[in-house]
């Protein structure tokens, strides 16, 4: 049976997010043709999420003086979309190592209607370094109620791509409901004050090698090691049970800060996806 976030995370009283999946890191320079391959890897991913519709994605690039989202066709190669995303700084002090990232690119998902009402919408910047908040880069999608999870084993496989196409140092797809129940497990461990930066749990999750290590000690959820990181998911897609892993890495002391800039494995390059 297909498994939506809607069948399997109705939307609770008052709440108007199914879900978000979250990915971030510290500071990391990039250039806009690097952040433009991750997202032109990245679409297609996200396009695969709704099988049975007929639609396509369009973008626009937030300015500062525009009158209003224009809406195109997405660019083939990452050079032309590269050249849309660049910022002015970018685009005049490239050697800087302060760099604010790329221009906020909106992404929309259509079957020929209006963008600004898409099927699926999100926004992305990135490439920040030297920045002043933590964590510098983020991305975060609110999955509609007709995106395609899957499986848990399914959803592990498109989560650790997209995991592998942008390289952060946490993922996370969580809901309104294990939010909640991890809340009322960090106060049942008597923990107080969470940085902000520190990393949610939820049904599935990404930790990165150099900025969290390995998992020091065996843990009862499904688990994969992969040479950058580690993918940890529960069995099943149960609240409670994501708030016994949430209480397990807490008490590992995998649920630290970031570190403000991040240190990949390796470069970037699309053999990685």
């Avoid at 399997?8 to 979250?22: C, I, K, M, Q």
């Avoid at 700084?89 to 790329?102: A, E, I, M, N, W």
């Avoid at 409901?177 to 960090?186: Q, S």
């Amino acid at each position: 049976m297909t498994q939506t976030v809607g069948d399997l995370f109705p939307l609770p009283d008052g709440e108007r997010v199914h879900a978000w999946l979250s990915l971030e890191w510290g500071s990391r320079k990039e250039t806009p043709v690097q952040v433009a391959e991750r997202i032109l890897l990245t679409l297609p991913l996200l396009r695969n999420r709704f099988p049975e519709l007929d639609a396509a994605w369009q973008m626009s690039v937030k300015t500062l003086f525009a009158p209003g989202p224009q809406w195109i066709d997405i660019p083939d190669g990452p050079e032309t979309l590269g050249a849309l995303i660049q910022s002015p700084r970018q685009r005049d002090v490239p050697d800087s190592l302060v760099d604010t990232g790329t221009l906020k690119a909106k992404f929309s998902l259509t079957a020929g209607g209006d963008p600004e009402n898409g099927l699926f919408l999100f926004d992305i910047s990135a490439g920040r370094s030297h920045f002043w908040t933590l964590p510098a880069n983020s991305i975060s999608l609110r999955p509609p109620a007709d995106f395609v999870l899957g499986s848990p084993e399914e959803a592990r496989g498109w989560f650790g791509e997209l995991v592998r196409i942008w390289q952060p140092e946490t993922a996370c797809l969580m809901t309104p409901e294990t939010m909640d129940l991890c809340r009322e497990r960090r106060g049942q461990l008597g923990i107080g004050h969470r940085p902000f930066s520190a990393p949610s749990v939820g049904y599935l999750n990404w930790f990165s090698r150099t900025g969290y290590g390995r998992l020091p000690f065996p843990l009862d959820a499904v688990t994969r090691e992969d040479p950058d990181g580690t993918l940890i998911a529960v069995p099943d897609w149960n609240a409670a049970a994501v708030a016994d892993l949430y209480a397990e890495l807490e008490t590992m002391g995998m649920l630290h800060e970031m570190p403000d800039h991040q240190v990949p494995d390796g470069p970037f390059h699309e053999d990685r996806a």
